[in-house]
Every structure is written in C-alpha cells, then in structure tokens.
T-cell receptor
C-alpha cells in the first residue's frame, strides 16, 4: 500500500493564481481531511469528508474548496492564492470511528508570492 | 483559549535521561487522545494512543487525567533518535472525527 500520497511536494504561486493540491489514499478510508501547518500555529483543519459526496468545513476553510467524488481522492483547491496561504498542507485519512489513527501524507509546501 | 495547550519547549536533555511532557485540553467531552511525533519537515505520525488507565509502549508511557483534563507523555532512557516535536492530539467533537492538535513540544536529545 502506498498509504496517503500528496502532489506536488513543492509549489510556488503568484498572488491570484489558482491551483489544486492532490491527495489520494489506498486504504479504503472513509474519512479524509486537509490541515495546514504554520510556524507557531500548529495544525489547523481546513476541510474534511466522512465519505464520497460528503464534505464539511473545518477551522480555517476560507479561500479553499474541496470535493470528494471517490473514496480514494480528496483534492484541495485554492481559488485565488494569497500570501497568507503560504503554508505546509497535510492530507490525512482514517476509518470513520472515534479514536481511529489518522494517517498523514508527506505534505505539500506552498509559497505564494 | 486554544483547545489543546502544550509547553513548546524546547526540552534539551542528555541521552539516557527521563523527560516528561504535559498537555491540557479544554473540552471535557473529548473522548480520544493521542501523542503524535513529527520530525523536522515531515508529516506527523502516531506515537501512541492514550487510554484512561494509562498505557506503556517500551520506553514511552502515556497517562490521562480526565478530572484535570491533562495528558502526559513520559520518555525513559532517551535516545538521540527521540529528538522530534511531540504533538498532543484530542478528538474534536464538533468536526466529525477531526483532531485538535497542540502546537507541539520540541525535544532535543544530546550526546
């Protein structure tokens, strides 16, 4: 199993550009989520999904869209990139049960100029 | 007030030392508790779950005190390879099964 994979590893954007961060998992996990990690802030939840076709907002959803058309994939779209979105983005997945371990992808480092 | 609070450290300890980290959480209805480890520029990985009765995994011992709403992690006989950031994590009841992360405690084990 590849686990949770994310692409790209690194990306540089200009303000106003849009892009999609890809996340895929091959563990048949129902639950997938996106976090961003900033220095001094810890990990913050952006959006999450408890199954195909179901998504919801987390703590910091503004400026991001998600969709979940398949169990395996959970892409994160930046609609119009801003310097405040410079961060490291982690995708995670788990079975939908409280207490289940979440598995993280290796992260995408995004710089918005 | 942040839901999960940790002392950021850094904790600098010599090899072989015992070190303890504490963490407090604000939501008394939280049900699941974890310690994750994050190496520099890497993703977080589960170190251990924390159970009400306390649990041990080799050199690592986790304790939960529901009455005081704090979680602890004890590392005995520290190794150089234990150098990392340790994240205290609590489930977020109002975000499906999402997790609330503390900002992490940095540990540096020196020769």
């Amino acid at each position: 199993n590849a686990g949770v994979t994310q692409t790209p590893k690194f990306q540089v954007l200009k303000t106003g550009q849009s892009m999609t961060l890809q996340c895929a998992q091959d563990m048949n996990h129902e639950y997938m989520s996106w976090y961003r990690q900033d220095p001094g802030m810890g990990l913050r939840l952006i959006h999450y999904s408890v199954g195909a076709g179901i998504t919801d907002q987390g703590e910091v959803p503004n400026g991001y869209n998600v969709s979940r058309s398949t169990t395996e994939d959970f892409p994160l779209r930046l609609l119009s990139a801003a310097p405040s979105q410079t961060s490291v983005y982690f995708c995670a997945s788990s079975y939908v049960l409280a207490g289940e371990t979440q598995y993280f992808g290796p992260g995408t480092r995004l710089l918005v100029l | 007030r942040k839901e999960v609070e940790q002392d950021p450290g850094p904790f600098n300890v010599p090899e072989g030392a015992t070190v303890a980290f504490n963490c407090t959480y604000s939501n008394s209805a939280s049900q699941s508790f974890f310690w994750y480890r994050q190496d520099c520029r890497k993703e977080p990985k589960l170190l251990m779950s924390v159970y009400s009765s306390g649990n041990e995994d080799g050199r690592f011992t986790a304790q939960l005190n529901r009455a005081s709403q704090y979680i602890s992690l004890l590392i005995r006989d520290s190794k150089l390879s234990d150098s990392a950031t340790y994240l205290c994590v609590v489930n977020a009841l109002n975000s499906g099964y999402a997790l609330n992360f503390g900002k992490g405690t940095s540990l540096l084990v020196t020769p």
